[in-house]
């Protein structure tokens, strides 16, 4: 996947390992989302959605059904048989009357806890369901945030991977990394720890297609685990000074005599303030202001004061003989940082475009905790926006999302190479972001040639133990295991006859897991 900006509009291409069928979506003058799919024998789909749908928050769930039941005919019809035609078509129906009616609601714990488990973890197995239902919602969110409490020693410290630097990474030790933090991701007793851990990989998104070492890519990830939920300006710093960062932003070439404006640039850019807060000479200031920093061959980052630039700068209205650890003081208590990082953990907990007061009191906590990161958290999934219709199946769940959550929630296992390959054709491979802006979200996960992808990963998975037992009992009960809430009577009727239809009770597992699926009400989060 890559993108090409020309002024006017905005071109994202890829192609899928799935019948290699190209997409381009791309955003026209008369502001109009424009998803163009060539399907089968080369047919041209366009799904057109206004700049109002693909932005606003309250839209973002239609705009998936439309793109859904639009793409529905070239993605499954003749390729996965009518029976998945049907179940998509149906329940993209079902939901978008709950969506014009009201009738989506958080009124009860039942419906309470699979939405924060979703949205501050990975979903849950039906054992861990009945844990968190029984604190109930304090309880939960009391040991969501407070996971340090937590033994997570079960899991696995370190993936199986070359603990130095190496001249060239292997594919196999790149899938290794990636199967080993997925597999945290769906063990792990600490879901908010992995969910933030993800939050902080594609905030300071970083690619091991530039580092080019999984060693330095795992302690990156191991950073951003351990300072997750701390205080941000500690953390910034922290990443300022990390081997892969000082790679990836060309830091460890950033000398007195030639300053390099890359790290400069994008820490206010994309990591702190923002655009519109900064002008080209803060960003010649701050590169001046981080030189110094090298990595030596056993791939520790050290600071050397001969290669640092001691000068006077000015840099945001301040002047002084500032180094790193001034720039990242101010930039981490700058009122612009607060609304930023708000807005961003705001809209990846709870929905896109928050209104200024909401916006304002979250940044008001960072603020007035001096940046204390598990503040904000707690104050975005106790606000009363996070509990609301409006937040409510309101995000498309991400490819790590959704693979994540079925292998936890159906207890199985998935191939490691399975995984990584559908993974990085349905666009988010772990530690491979396409730039430093990191990944995409919301609609632009769904198009035709990432939903046969969706649509392909049950066929991957292997030994679903939790769905086998809940079928023990019935077709409902079983899905269950995918969408706690419970789909309608329509689409389970569909899921029912189709499951019926077969002998096999392996492939009626299957048919049932694969169908349910691919339900908006499992793509969405």
């Known amino acids: 996947m890559f993108s090409l900006m020309d002024g006017k509009r905005d071109y994202a291409y890829g192609s ?62 003749g390729y996965f048989g009518p029976k998945l035609l049907d179940v998509a078509n149906t329940s993209v129906q079902a939901l978008g009357n709950e969506l014009q009616t009201g009738t989506t609601t958080l009124s009860t714990d039942d419906w309470k806890i699979p939405h924060l488990l979703r949205r501050a973890g990975f979903g849950a197995s039906p054992s861990e369901l009945d844990s968190f239902e029984s604190l109930g919602v304090n309880g939960s969110l009391n040991q969501l945030l407070n996971y340090e ?70 302690k990156q990830n191991q950073l951003l685990r351990s ?164 937040a409510y199946l309101s995000q498309v769940k991400s490819p790590i999302e959704y693979v994540t959550t079925a292998l936890r929630s159906l207890g199985a296992t998935v191939n490691p190479r399975a995984s990584v390959g559908m993974l990085n054709n349905m666009g988010q491979l772990p530690f491979d972001p396409p730039s430093v802006f990191g990944w995409p979200d919301g609609v632009a996960w769904i198009n035709t040639s990432s939903m046969l992808d969706r649509y392909n990963f049950p066929l991957f998975v292997q030994h679903p133990y939790n769905a086998a037992v809940a079928f023990e009992d019935s077709v409902e009960t079983a899905t269950r295991t995918l969408f706690p809430e419970g789909l309608p009577p329509d689409v389970l009727q569909v899921i029912q006859q189709s499951t019926d239809s077969l002998t096999d009770t392996a492939a009626q597992l299957r048919n049932l897991i694969r169908l349910t699926m691919s339900t908006p009400y499992y793509n969405l989060n």
């Open 16 to 77: 899928s390992a799935v019948g290699a069928k190209p997409k381009l979506a791309f955003v026209d003058d008369s502001s109009r989302t424009l998803f163009i799919e060539f399907g089968v024998a080369g047919k041209l789909t366009v799904t057109t959605l206004t700049n109002h749908e693909y932005e606003d928050q309250n839209m973002n769930r239609r705009a998936f059904l439309k793109i859904a039941l639009a793409t529905s005919g070239v993605a499954m019809a």
């Open 227 to 390: 300072q997750a939920m701390g205080n941000f300006r500690d953390l910034l710093m922290r990443i300022t000074e990390d081997p892969a960062m000082l790679i990836w932003l060309d830091g460890a070439r950033n000398r007195k005599e030639a300053p390099n404006e890359n790290y400069g640039r994008e820490i206010m850019e994309v990591f702190t303030i923002g655009v519109g807060n900064y002008t080209e000479d803060d960003v010649k200031a701050a590169a001046r202001a981080f030189t110094g920093y090298q990595i030596n061959r056993s791939g520790n980052s050290h600071f050397n004061p001969n290669q640092h630039d001691n000068g006077m700068k000015t840099f945001l209205g301040q002047t002084g003989n500032f180094g790193p650890e001034d720039i990242v003081s101010i930039l981490a208590s700058h009122p612009a940082t607060a609304t930023s990082l708000a807005r961003k953990l705001f809209t990846y907990f709870a929905y896109r475009n928050p209104s200024d007061d909401t916006l304002n009191r979250i940044a008001g906590v960072y603020t007035q905790t001096d940046g204390n990161i598990k503040a904000v958290v707690q104050a975005i999934l106790t606000s009363d926006e996070f509990w609301s219709p409006q």
């Open 149 to 218: 409490n937590i033994d997570d020693s079960g899991l696995a410290s370190e993936p199986n991977i070359t603990m130095g630097l190496t001249r060239k990474p292997s594919t196999a030790e790149i899938v290794n990394l990636v199967s080993w933090w997925i597999g945290r991701m769906v063990n792990t007793p600490r879901s908010l720890e992995e969910k933030m851990t993800l939050f902080w990989h594609n905030h300071f998104a970083t690619a091991i297609y530039k580092v080019r070492s999984p060693y330095l890519m795992f």
